[in-house]
């Protein structure tokens, strides 16, 4: 009798800590950074009239990062968007490209104003500039430590090129991930999209 008793405490205790994981894992919060992009916050600064916002969360246990993007008024049509970390000093500076190039799927090209919105998968191959895996530990799991980290630290920035004659190659409109202001970090995938739609 003690034994099957044993027993059954010990399946109980093993499957209140597998829920207890689920839970904890399925709850994990977005961390939420807002981006604010302009001419003068690139490098070198330009005049560009463009203006642009972004939301950019990410949930490490998920390993998923969601932006969303609104941008008008650029001097040129778009070319690419992309994020790139990591600079050497926080706030300023520039670094090589670590997501997708020369743009995330499906952002419009040859616009001068849109908004856009995607979700990536940080474990895919496809989410990331090779090169940027390769010169970060060669597996998308030590790209995305290396780049959430960069993100946390104010070294990574959302980069907007456009296309000559009239625009700006070599990015005409960005801005530094910073923490956004929020009360509480929302803790599910939709509940993100809902706050910075």
Same mark, same amino acid.
């Given at each position: 009798? &003690?034994? &099957? ?5 010990? !399946? =109980?205790?093993?499957? =209140? ?5 689920? !839970? %904890? ?5 977005? !961390? ?15 005049? +560009?009239?463009? %203006?642009?916002?972004? *939301? ?6 998920? &390993?998923?990062?969601?932006? &969303? ?8 049509? *778009? #070319? ?6 990591? %600079? ?8 090589? !490209?670590? /997501?997708? *190039? ?20 940080? /474990?895919?191959? +496809? ?13 998308? $799991?030590?790209?995305?430590? $290396? ?10 920035? =959302?980069?907007?090129? %456009? ?23 929302? +803790?599910?995938?939709? #509940?993100?999209?809902? =706050?910075?739609?």
């Amino acid at each position: 009798m &003690h034994a &099957h008793l044993r027993t059954g405490v010990a !399946v =109980l205790g093993l499957a =209140l800590c597998v829920m207890a994981s689920a !839970v %904890t894992s399925s709850h994990a919060a977005w !961390v939420v950074y807002s981006v604010t992009l302009n001419g003068a916050n690139e490098a070198p600064p330009n005049a +560009s009239p463009g %203006t642009g916002t972004a *939301t950019v969360a990410i949930d490490a246990v998920a &390993h998923k990062m969601y932006i &969303h993007l609104d941008f008008a008024g650029t001097l040129g049509p *778009t #070319s690419a968007c992309h994020i790139h970390a990591a %600079t050497a000093v926080a706030g300023t500076g520039t670094a090589g !490209v670590a /997501t997708t *190039t020369p743009y995330f799927a499906g952002f419009p090209i040859g616009v001068t104003s849109g908004t856009y919105d995607i979700t990536l998968d940080e /474990t895919l191959a +496809s989410s990331w500039n090779p090169a940027y895996v390769t010169a970060n530990g060669g597996t998308t $799991a030590t790209a995305e430590a $290396a780049l959430f980290a960069a993100i946390a630290a104010g070294k990574a920035y =959302l980069n907007v090129h %456009t296309a000559l004659p009239l625009g700006v190659p070599g990015g005409e409109i960005r801005g530094f991930l910073l923490p956004a202001q929020v009360a509480t970090e929302p +803790s599910t995938w939709g #509940s993100v999209k809902a =706050l910075y739609r």
